[in-house]
């Protein structure tokens, strides 16, 4: 897929490249190893202009199309998706408040956010409300001049270190999913505590935690999104990320797959480069087949959205098949490259770790296949089980 850019586009596409070559890949197998989540990473994102890539103009962003925002995401995540992600969060929460918040506590925290000093959060997954997310507990008491809110979260991405949350909470049980609201919380106030980082099989800087509210006091002026605004955003929201999930997918097999490319050229086998056997060939040919509709699933719901259609379906669509190729792909490329390829100095071993995950970000794989049978049988009244 050709995708027309105008000098300011492909500069951001260029300063994603570079950003990623200087500030991400030289470190990201220390990050791993020593489960460390890299803070000045976001500073330095926001030097290079990547803190607020869909934020309008007029309050400092890129006001990026999708189509774009999906090749910078490409670039970023070929060098790690776990940091991407993390900066990605950061990216939609200041967007979020850039566009919904109001009043002083907003602009404050939205200049410390686009600077890199602040670091953003959503917190909306529950321990017993995860697919489900109509079924949050977390409530928000209405109180004189304010709200307390009470509750936890789980599977939080920037958990350990974000300074701003956008915590999603009831504010009135009968009322479902109606009742929800969204409410900006400082991280480092009364009645918020952090839970220890979850160790899991890899993706460490992305800072996953989860978070404990008691009792936690938010003036009125902190509530981004009444309800039922709160919940409609947090789905909207989820679709898109969904697409940009897709779009890392793509950026961690591109990486590998260049990787197998090159360590095959190199490596000797039986008097002659690897990559000259056609069973190796053949395998990294299907892997760059599995890339290309992987990009065009992406770019296609990207493309849907910047024409403001709605795109749950392309979005799903495009999250399933990009995880699930990058998952196999990736797990080709390691053998293309034999044993060397489990070892953690050569990025595929990080990259498949952080494609398994993909598979559980912003809605599992199951989740996918739900919102893509609704669109199937929607035309015949039907509701998929």
């Not at 220390?30 to 990473?41: F, I, T």
């Not at 030097?47 to 199309?65: N, Q, S, Y």
């Not at 009135?172 to 106030?189: E, K, M, P, Y």
């Not at 979850?198 to 992305?206: D, F, I, Q, S, V």
Request: aromatic residues 6%.
């Amino acid at each position: 897929m050709h995708l027309e850019l105008n000098a300011e586009e492909g500069a951001l596409i260029d300063a994603a490249r570079a950003f990623a070559a200087e500030h991400i890949a030289p470190h990201a197998a220390e990050w791993e190893l020593a489960r460390h989540v890299p803070r000045d990473v976001f500073q330095a994102a926001a030097e290079a202009g990547l803190t607020g890539v869909l934020v309008p103009r007029h309050h400092g962003g890129k006001e990026a199309r999708h189509v774009v925002a999906v090749r910078v995401l490409e670039e970023l995540s070929s060098a790690c998706l776990a940091i991407t992600f993390g900066l990605w969060v950061h990216n939609n929460a200041l967007n979020a408040i850039e566009r919904h918040g109001s009043g002083a506590p907003a602009e404050r925290l939205a200049a410390s956010m686009l600077s890199g000093q602040r670091i953003g959060a959503f917190c909306l997954t529950e321990p017993d409300a995860g697919s489900d997310a109509a079924a949050i507990t977390t409530h928000a008491l209405k109180v004189d001049g304010g709200w307390r809110i009470s509750g936890e979260k789980a599977w939080v991405s920037n958990g350990t270190h974000a300074d701003v949350l956008v915590v999603y909470a009831q504010t009135d049980a009968s009322a479902g999913w109606r009742g929800i609201g969204a409410f900006l919380v400082d991280a480092t106030g009364d009645g918020v505590t952090r839970t220890p980082p979850y160790e899991m099989l890899g993706g460490h800087a992305l800072g996953l935690s989860g978070l404990r509210f008691e009792d936690c006091p938010v003036p009125d002026e902190s509530m981004l999104l009444g309800p039922p605004e709160g919940f409609k955003a947090a789905m909207d929201g989820i679709d898109k990320a969904r697409m940009f999930a897709a779009a890392m997918c793509c950026g961690i097999l591109g990486a590998s797959l260049s990787t197998a490319l090159s360590h095959a050229a190199t490596r000797q086998a039986f008097g002659k480069p690897v990559l000259s056997f056609q069973g190796l060939q053949w395998q990294l040919a299907d892997v760059a087949t599995d890339l290309e509709a992987a990009r065009l699933l992406t770019f296609g719901a990207a493309d849907a959205f910047d024409r403001g259609e709605t795109a749950a379906v392309a979005a799903a669509h495009a999250k399933k098949f990009a995880s699930r190729v990058a998952l196999d792909g990736i797990s080709q490329c390691m053998q293309a490259m034999g044993a060397a390829g489990s070892l953690m100095e050569h990025p595929p071993a990080r990259h498949l770790a952080a494609a398994k995950l993909a598979h559980y970000m912003d809605g599992t794989t199951e989740i996918q296949n739900l919102v893509i049978s609704r669109g199937l049988l929607k035309p015949f009244g039907l509701d998929a089980g």
